[in-house]
Each structure stands twice: as structure tokens, then as C-alpha cells.
């Protein structure tokens, strides 16, 4: 049981480029989050899934698209990465909004 | 979701018990106290939760006071793998797309 896995661990991307960031779990969660968390700063929620094939924008969606065509598996893109996508992103997956919340190992993502 | 304070930092020696107060005093009812850690660099590990009664789980226990304004974190007999950053939240229970809203934290150091 790998609980919740994130591809890759780092990357760095120049100005323009564009990536896609793969979450997958193997929990059967109904739920899947994605945050980006800065320096000295809490995390915040970048778009979310409730289920297979549904999406919804959280806190900081602008620049990323997202999609979730397996239940198991929730995709990050970024189209054109800029600086300011310089940052930590963790995804967690859980089944009802009260669970508690299980976190990948992140992603650290330099843009330069 | 109600905002909580935590004091920014505190030690610990190995072996003792930790105990990580926080203060909730706008949480309203339907609102639950969360606790999680993020070990450095890791992604965000949960520990506990509760609504209004105490909660034992094997790595914590959770004491809410009567009137839940307040809430303290026991780590009961704390080891240098519980040096970490310990964030308290509040949150409804029942919303999707509600992000778990990490503050500053405290940071926990346990030493020999």
C-alpha cells in the first residue's frame, strides 16, 4: 500500500515551459487536493477533485489546469510556468471532508 | 473557519511528554480541531482530531476544553523523530473545496 505518491520529486523548468505533475493513490479516495505551499507560509489549495472526472478551482488556480480521468490518478499542469510557480506542491487524497487528510511526498518545482 | 494561535516555538526534552497548547476562540459548532505535522520538508502527517470530546490515537491525545476555545496537543513520551512543525486547524467538517488552512504552527524541538 504507497498511500499517496507524486511524480516527480523535483524539477526545474525555465520561463514559458510547461509540465505536468502526476498524484496517485491507491486508497480508493473519493477526494484528491492539490496545495503549493512558499516559504514560511501555510499551504493553499490550488484546484480539487471530488470524484472521478470532476474538477473545481480552489484558493490559487490561476496558471494550472488539473484533471482527473482515473479515479486514482489527479494531474497538475502548467501551461506556461512563470517564477512565481516557484514552489513545494503536495497533493492528498481522503474519502469524506471530515477524514483526515493524506499527503504526498511533494513536488519541489524551481521555475528560473 | 475559525483562526487559531499557536505559540511559534517550543522544546522538549527527550522522553517527556509535549504538550502544544492552541487557542480557537471563534470556532464555531460544527467546526472540528485538527492536528497535523510536517517533519522537514515532508508532506503534512495528521495526528488527531476531535469535535468536543478528548481523542487518544497511538501517536497523541487531544484535550479540548469545555467551552472548546482552547485545545492542547499531548505528545506523551515525545522522541527526536517528533522534532517538527505542529499546525493546529479548525474546520467545518461537511464543506468540499475547504482547504485545510495551515498557520505559522509551532515548531517542536526534542532534544537528548
Known amino acids: 500500500n504507497a498511500g499517496v505518491t507524486q511524480t516527480p520529486k523535483f524539477r526545474v523548468l525555465k520561463t514559458g515551459q510547461s509540465m505536468t505533475l502526476l498524484c496517485a493513490q491507491d486508497?480508493?479516495?473519493?477526494?484528491m487536493y492539490w496545495y503549493r505551499q512558499d516559504p514560511g507560509m501555510g499551504l493553499r489549495l490550488i484546484h480539487y477533485s471530488v470524484g472521478e472526472g470532476t474538477t473545481a478551482k480552489g484558493e490559487v488556480p490561476d496558471g494550472y489546469n488539473v484533471s482527473r480521468l482515473k479515479k486514482q490518478n489527479f494531474l497538475l499542469g502548467l501551461e506556461s510556468a512563470a517564477p512565481s510557480q516557484t514552489s513545494v506542491y503536495f497533493c492528498a487524497s481522503f474519502d469524506r471532508p471530515d477524514d483526515e487528510q493524506y499527503f504526498g511526498p511533494g513536488t519541489r518545482l524551481t521555475v528560473t | 473557519d475559525a483562526k487559531t494561535t499557536q505559540p511559534p516555538s517550543m522544546d522538549c526534552a527527550e522522553g517527556r511528554a509535549a504538550n502544544l497548547p492552541c487557542n480557537h476562540s471563534?470556532?464555531?459548532?460544527?467546526?472540528?480541531v485538527y492536528w497535523y505535522r510536517q517533519i522537514h520538508s515532508q508532506g503534512p502527517q495528521y495526528i488527531i482530531h476531535?469535535?468536543?470530546n478528548n481523542e487518544t490515537n497511538e501517536m497523541a491525545s487531544l484535550i479540548i476544553t469545555e467551552d472548546r476555545k482552547s485545545s492542547t496537543l499531548i505528545l506523551p513520551h515525545a522522541t527526536l523523530r517528533d522534532t517538527a512543525v505542529y499546525y493546529c486547524?479548525?474546520?467545518?467538517?461537511?464543506?468540499?473545496?475547504?482547504?485545510?488552512?495551515f498557520g505559522k504552527g509551532t515548531t517542536l524541538s526534542v532534544s537528548s
Open positions: 486508497m480508493n479516495h473519493e477526494y
Open positions: 471563534t470556532i464555531s459548532g460544527n467546526e472540528y
Open positions: 486547524i479548525v474546520k467545518s467538517s461537511n464543506q468540499a473545496g475547504t482547504a485545510l488552512i
Open positions: 476531535g469535535l468536543k
